[in-house]
């Protein structure tokens, strides 16, 4: 991802850790929306919450066409059967933003709780550094 393909049509979805169910579900339709689509899904590595959700949604589903991307030397939540890893950064805000910097078409999708600092910060660069990205946060403190 260091020099990603402009022509690849990406879906970055970003979730917080603390996930209520209705997380976990709209996680799962933007999974089946990348698979529709033949889009490339760009993910991080938390093996928690909506980075694990989209994890086992593509594991579930056979789909490999995915990034996860990590600060370790392998995934923390196991990547994608046939997928990719990729370690990048020396933080995980670090790491956000390269997956952040890595969409040049498609879309991005933050998973909220409402609470995680992270979260909120991925979708406030993401609006800054890339205003022609289809980009959304979509809160879900009301189901916390």
């Known amino acids: ?50 980075d694990n959700a989209v994890v086992e949604a593509c594991n579930a589903q056979g789909y490999d066409n995915i990034v996860v991307v990590g600060i370790a030397g392998i995934p923390r939540n196991g990547g994608v059967i046939g997928g990719q890893y990729i370690q990048m950064g020396a933080s995980y805000t670090e790491r956000d933003r390269i997956m952040v910097d890595s969409i040049h078409q498609g879309r991005m999708m933050f998973i ?13 660069y ?10 959304h946060l979509m809160d879900f403190s009301a189901t916390i």
């Open 1 to 50: 991802m260091a020099q990603p393909n402009p022509e690849i049509h990406r879906l970055l979805i970003a979730g917080s850790r603390g996930t209520s169910p209705q997380m976990i579900q709209y996680a799962h339709i933007c999974v089946e929306n990348a698979i529709h689509h033949g889009m490339q899904i760009v993910v991080g590595d938390n093996p928690n919450g909506g």
């Open 112 to 124: 909220w709780n409402g609470k995680s600092p992270g979260t909120k910060r991925g979708f406030e």
């Open 126 to 135: 993401a609006r800054k550094s890339k205003p022609d990205i289809d980009s």
